[in-house]
């Protein structure tokens, strides 16, 4: 059935009054799967050509049922809690007691501020240093940031992008200075300046420059530190701003083709640089299709990495991935109803096959969360992994006839919306025209008026409400006092450190940006050794590249 009659035919809605019998990026769910023709199936399983073709096993192409042949049977999921509030001590105090609670891994959240390229005592930095991540502008927060925590033997993954390249300096110069080797070193950054352009905003430059400081990083880390994934390319900004399945998984795989396609411009390999590529998926409420997402996902990036860029190398097509469960789901009406939501997000996310897993804590839709949410947010996971005997069997859902026929649905509709890209001359053309920020647009709007129109339930929001006046648990809050601080600490820092050496890396920076074929990471490089702040070296290339422009 055309996706146009299986709307006409949904209209009319399911018998509780919910967006008739589509997943939330329109799929019609039949009335049940199976074998029989009669019973309007898609597949069958159990035929031999089917198994080859699609199923096949764990760790083998075309990979639908995960990228090792054991899964979580010979190894879990990273448990990798995103954390950063205030300033760089009070998060390492939360990296460490994350650490002692049992996480495997860590995950940088930076604040507004570090991530545009703004120092504490910037204009624009005023009212948000520190209060949606922590507050990174020079070196010595990034030491403080990782005291006592020995980055050898410690896998960190850093959500920051356009300030992606100072931001990994810091990190490298830290690291060195424990004593540790570049080429040892393991973790990803985030590092995926397109999807800022498509949904998320935090970019500086002119696409152009913002794509070429991304493709440095990817080049740099190649040669130089093997073992770290030197991009995370992120479908879960775009679902966070209203995509659904297909629209997350199609748009992050034309992205991640445009720095495919600039990384092969530079002379690289793609067995060189595609094993430590990296993908970020969120995973939303529709249990089954976010499943089926992850299965497809694998067998699209197979499919485009082997046919279209001739990768030979196993692990170049193997989609590797973290997930976070969605924030955008939680509702701040009854906020414990997200314990259950972010639950069956996770459980999603694991049958799925993810690497590395963040789940969200119930409060994030009022606040930072607290110790106490944060815990029971990694407990969630940690149930998942230990006592439902979900990590036992690898892929338990495979053979399922909802699963499957579900995940070759979606495999279809992301290639026809990735080739839709591809026509249009790829996605750095697509972004220009502003396609994939309208059709986000025009998803969210979609999904936004199905719940006011009460046809897509939430539970707390549009049914079962209560009076919740009284009973509020405590938030966390971060003081007004902190950005002063910030401030302060900052001047001494400047106060300390020969002025004329950063501000001489810093003019040998911009000198080098100008000449668009050479790889800015060795000067960046120099200028955190020298001690400029993220903020003077952004300052530089601002005065070089421009900033861009939305065109509203």
């Not at 699609?54 to 042949?69: F, H, I, M, N």
């Not at 793609?270 to 529709?286: E, I, T, W």
């Not at 990694?378 to 499957?404: F, K, M, S």
Request: with cysteine.
């Amino acid at each position: 059935m055309s996706e146009k009659k299986a709307a006409e035919k949904a209209q009319a809605g399911a018998p509780d009054g919910t967006p008739g019998f589509l997943t939330p990026s329109g799929i019609e769910l039949l009335r049940f799967y199976g074998p029989d023709a009669e019973g309007k199936a898609r597949i069958d399983t159990r035929d031999p050509a089917y198994e080859t073709a699609k199923l096949g096993s764990a760790g083998e192409a075309p990979y639908t049922r995960g990228v090792q042949s054991t899964m979580y049977r010979g190894r879990l999921w990273t448990m990798r809690q995103y954390a950063g509030f205030g300033t760089a001590a009070e998060t390492n105090k939360r990296f460490r007691w994350l650490l002692e609670q049992g996480q495997t891994g860590l995950s940088v959240a930076f604040d507004l501020p570090t991530q545009m390229g703004y120092d504490a005592d910037h204009p624009q930095a005023k009212g948000e240093v520190g209060r949606v991540g922590v507050h990174v502008g020079t070196l010595e927060d990034m030491n403080t940031l990782f005291d006592r925590i020995p980055l050898a033997k410690v896998s960190t993954s850093m959500t920051v992008n356009s300030t992606a390249a100072v931001v990994l300096a810091f990190y490298a110069a830290v690291a060195r200075s424990q004593g540790a080797s570049l080429d040892g070193l393991q973790g990803t950054i985030q590092n995926d300046i397109l999807k800022e352009y498509v949904a998320r905003g935090t970019y500086i430059y002119p696409i152009e420059h913002g794509l070429r400081l991304s493709v440095d990083a990817i080049e740099y880390c190649t040669r130089h530190m093997p073992k770290w994934n030197t991009i995370s390319i992120s479908g879960y900004h775009i679902r966070e701003a209203g995509a659904d399945a297909v629209q997350e998984v199609a748009f992050t795989f034309a992205d991640a083709e445009a720095y495919v396609r600039a990384l092969l411009d530079r002379g690289l390999a793609v067995d060189d640089f595609a094993p430590r590529l990296a993908f970020f998926f969120g995973c939303h409420n529709h249990f089954l299709e976010e499943i089926a997402k992850f299965r497809a996902a694998r067998r699209v990036w197979h499919r485009i990495m082997s046919q279209d860029y001739g990768a030979k190398k196993p692990r170049s097509t193997q989609l590797r991935f973290h997930v976070q469960t969605c924030g955008s789901t939680l509702t701040s009406q009854q906020p414990m109803n997200n314990v259950m939501r972010v639950a069956l997000q996770a459980m999603a996310a694991a049958l799925g096959g993810c690497q590395s897993l963040h789940t969200n804590s119930y409060d994030e839709a009022l606040a930072l969360p607290t110790e106490e949410s944060v815990q029971i947010a990694l407990r969630t996971q940690q149930i998942l992994a230990g006592e439902t005997g979900l990590a036992n069997t690898v892929d338990p859902v495979a053979g399922a006839y909802a699963v499957e026929a579900l995940t070759d649905e979606l495999e279809e509709r992301i290639m026809a919306t990735l080739g839709r890209i591809r026509s249009m001359g790829g996605m750095l053309k697509a972004i220009a025209e502003r396609v994939p920020q309208q059709e986000i647009q025009e998803s969210a709007y979609r999904y936004q008026k199905e719940i006011e129109s009460g046809r897509r339930k939430v539970v707390g929001v549009n049914c079962y409400p209560m009076d919740e006046k009284a009973g509020r648990r405590s938030l966390l809050k971060v003081p007004a006092s902190l950005e002063e601080r910030q401030k302060r600490r900052l001047a001494a820092y400047r106060r300390k450190r020969p002025s004329k050496a950063a501000e001489k890396a810093v003019a040998e920076l911009c000198k080098t940006a100008k000449s668009p074929r050479e790889n800015l990471m060795e000067p960046i490089l120099r200028c955190v050794e020298a001690q400029a702040t993220l903020g003077e070296i952004c300052g530089g290339l601002r005065s070089v590249f421009g900033e861009y422009r939305a065109d509203l």
